[in-house]
């Protein structure tokens, strides 16, 4: 366990410290985080440390910096499961008390329902390379099995890897919420412990920013009182679901599908 930020370089799992009050990362070797990409400027962007508190903000780099799929516009706070993108290289935010031994062993993956995929290097020490393969016509359930190839996951389990993945801390979360609908698959969105009630919405101060055009500014408020979670529409113009029905008010439950405009996802309380 670290006591401190740490920002993994999902590429080749190198670990650096954030100690410092200041970290820009760029293309210069002045930067004190090289990122190795022709896509990223000279300085490109700048993580401060302030009373334990992590800020991003981009330095008018050319090509700009992504955080969590969208660009930055702003300085924005990070924690932990956080994902950086300066040109091809991804980094990702591991907060202090998660485990420092976490491994990325891959990324999104397409569907592989048309596909045979074959595993190399099951040496957890070397690098492993996933090749996909055509499946012979006739191919059948009975020779997906023969071959070792499970069925796909349940969303509640793609959830827990995810969280695993990002290294979100559990002790510090009060839910959590995964997009299941094509755009955005499988992006989480932690909810921060220390408080009765959450926003999700497409503005930037909602607890849960979902950045797409059919999602209201402030679309649903979510809360906890004691053990039970209601969710409510904020007068959103394109209206909210839980599972698959209209609602105003509602109680939402582990593996409820909530839908804010056409953003579906998954919800899961601690």
């Known amino acids: 366990m670290k006591d401190h930020y740490v920002l ?14 200041s970290v820009t990362l760029g293309r210069s070797g002045a930067c004190e985080i090289v990122v190795d990409s022709s896509e990223a400027s000279r300085a ?30 702003s300085p924005e706070t990070l924690g932990g499961g956080d994902i950086i993108i ?24 397409g569907k592989t329902d048309d596909n045979y995929v074959l595993d190399q290097a099951a040496d957890p020490n070397k690098t492993g390379i996933r090749i996909s393969f055509p499946k012979p016509a006739g191919w059948t359930a009975e020779d997906d099995f023969a071959a070792g190839i499970r069925a796909a996951d349940s969303p509640m389990d793609v959830m ?9 801390p559990l002790e510090t979360t009060a839910a959590a919420l995964m997009i299941v ?14 408080k009765d009630s959450w926003t ?33 529409d904020e007068q959103s ?28 996802m998954l919800f899961k309380g601690f």
């Open 200 to 232: 999700i919405g497409r503005a930037a101060s909602c607890d849960a920013e979902v950045d797409h055009i059919t999602v209201s500014g402030k679309h649903v408020t979510l809360s906890r009182d004691g053990g039970s979670w209601r969710v409510e």
């Open 160 to 168: 827990a890897d995810q969280m695993v993945r990002q290294a979100v």
């Open 86 to 109: 300066i040109g091809q290289v991804h980094y990702m935010v591991v907060a202090p008390g998660s485990g420092g031994d976490t491994t990325i062993i891959g990324g999104r993956l």
């Open 44 to 73: 490109h962007a700048q993580i401060l440390l302030e009373d334990g508190r992590l800020t991003l903000k981009d330095m008018g780099s050319t090509n700009g910096t992504t955080l969590n799929g969208r660009k930055l516009k």
């Open 237 to 264: 113009t394109n209206g909210s679901r839980l599972n698959g029905k209209p609602i105003s008010t509602a109680t939402i439950r582990n593996g409820d599908i909530l839908s804010v405009g056409t953003v579906e």
């Open 181 to 194: 609908s094509d755009e955005g698959l499988n992006t989480l969105f932690p909810l921060a412990d220390g």
């Open 8 to 21: 993994r370089n999902l590429s080749t799992n190198e670990d650096i410290p954030l100690i410092s009050s």
